[in-house]
């Protein structure tokens, strides 16, 4: 913004300076301006100009294209300054929505085991609210810590060879994993951060949970040239083709209505490509092949 307003100043007195020298040069003598005009041989080269005042023209012509090229720049500027600005003020509001839910159902659900009568089961079943949404409030405070770890290059990888199918069942049987299905029976290794894969997998299979159509996503495994493919496709809403290059943006969410009706904080497929950068692979989104829906994709080469 410093840069913006700097420029604007420029242009300011660029704008001064300018007018100044015409009403000098030029405005204040009209009898050189129309020699000029009934002379044509005064502006070829050789035919000399006495009074200068092609000169001042030429200055002045540079001078107006350099001030409206810092004046489109300096709106340029401030267009983009003002839609950040709207971003993080929507960010913000969709954050403190989804940071305060799991907050007031933690306390609620506390406030009600403090009640003496309370049967055991219900005290049991309330105890497990609490720690579902405990997780909830550490997912969301993780997802927003790990954005700026990666913003600052702070994120820390660990990568080792794993085997891509049987990586895929251990996470399948994890008592916290989202479900989901299986298929391909490729054999070969990556290398990346086994941690940190996990991460993006269980957000794509939430995000296809999210705004599919309530069956389970499928986890597509295949080889693509020298690359392995991970391919969470949905039978959900889809996503618009001419969005599809913005929704990795951080803090970008889809600006339909269905999109808008279910709660997130626009950081999760942000962290998820950028991971994926970081661990050497490519991620994109597409249409489902099998119909209607969505599949994102991830890439990385085999390990040979």
Known sequence: MGLAIAGFVVAVIMSITLLVLWNVYIIDDVRT??????????????????????????????FFAVILIALSLFFASYLVNRRYRRIQTDWLSMTTHELKLPTANIQLFAQT????????????????LIVQEARRLDGLVSRILQAR?????????RPENIAV???????????ASPAFEIEGTFEGRIRV?????????D???????????????????????????????????GIPPQV????????????????RRRTGTGLGLYIARSLVVLMGGTMGVSD???GKGTSFWMRFPVVR
Not at 254 to 259: C, D, N, Y
Request: charged share 30%; hydrophobic share 35%.
């Open 244 to 259: 599809r290059k913005k929704v990795f943006r951080r803090f970008y969410r889809v600006p339909t209505r269905e999109h």
């Open 193 to 201: 951060d086994r941690r940190q894969l996990e991460t993006i997998l």
């Open 113 to 128: 085991m403090q009640r003496p009568n309370l049967a055991e089961a219900d005290r049991v079943r309330f105890t497990g």
């Open 165 to 175: 199918v049987p990586w895929l069942r251990s996470c399948q049987a994890r008592p």
């Open 33 to 62: 301006i129309a020699e000029l005009a009934r002379d044509p041989s005064l502006t070829r080269p050789g035919g000399g100009d006495p009074s200068g005042r092609w000169i001042v023209l030429a200055m002045g012509s540079s």
């Open 288 to 290: 489902n092949p099998d």
């Open 203 to 237: 957000n794509l299979v939430h995000n296809a949970h999210k705004y599919g159509d309530g069956s389970n996503p499928r986890v597509v495994v295949s080889l693509q040239g020298t690359s392995v493919s991970i391919e969470v496709r949905d039978r959900g809403i």
């Open 149 to 157: 770890r990666i913003e600052g290059g702070m994120e820390d990888l």
